[in-house]
């Protein structure tokens, strides 16, 4: 028997991480643009505005969190399309583990930073970090149950069941 990735993991997790793309390239772009355009609330708790030109929205001092975030969102989705799903490869399916775990990490030090040292909420961000958790949450599901693929024994009990059938 051979296991493999369940159906639904595709469909499940490319959506996930294209929109995690697709948000963490728009904060990249607003980041270099224009911080201030972010459509989001700037007074309160949620201030978007706060939060990605804080100094904490720099990793290393000169790295765009945002940029960081969307680097890593381009290869996770290319380890969430169904090709790398159905590859037989361990190393592929190590790789996606680790990605979901390093991304979920990330986000749980992301949050800490926004929630403590900015003391401010980005709904951008947000959506990120919900979109990060939810594909984590799918890759660990598909990664603790897989499907099992029985092909090889299928045939054999087929011709079992059939010879059975035709004696009755």
């Not at 963490?24 to 949620?46: F, I, K, M, N, Q």
């Not at 037989?88 to 979920?104: E, K, N, P, Y």
């Not at 986000?107 to 990120?128: D, H, N, R, S």
Request: hydrophobic content about 50%; glycine content about 8%.
């Amino acid at each position: 028997m051979v296991e493999r990735a369940p159906r639904w993991a595709p469909l499940v997790t490319l959506p996930l991480a294209l929109l995690g793309l697709g948000l963490s390239a728009y904060l990249t772009y607003v980041h270099y643009a224009e911080p201030r355009a972010l459509s989001c609330p700037d007074t309160g708790v949620v201030n978007c505005t706060k939060v990605t030109t804080s100094p904490e929205s720099m990793l290393f001092g000169f790295f765009p969190v945002a940029l960081a975030g969307a680097l890593f969102f381009l290869g996770i989705t290319a380890l969430m399309l169904p090709v790398a799903w159905r590859a037989t490869s361990r190393a592929i399916s190590w790789l996606r583990l680790g990605g979901a775990v390093t991304g979920v990490g990330m986000v749980c030090y992301l949050v800490y930073v926004e929630a403590i040292e900015v003391k401010a909420l980005c709904l951008y961000c947000t959506g990120v970090h919900v979109i990060m958790f939810a594909l984590f949450v799918a890759v660990l599901a598909a990664w603790l149950f897989p499907s099992v693929d029985d092909a090889d024994e299928q045939p054999s009990v087929r011709r079992r069941g059939r010879v059975g059938a035709a004696r009755r």
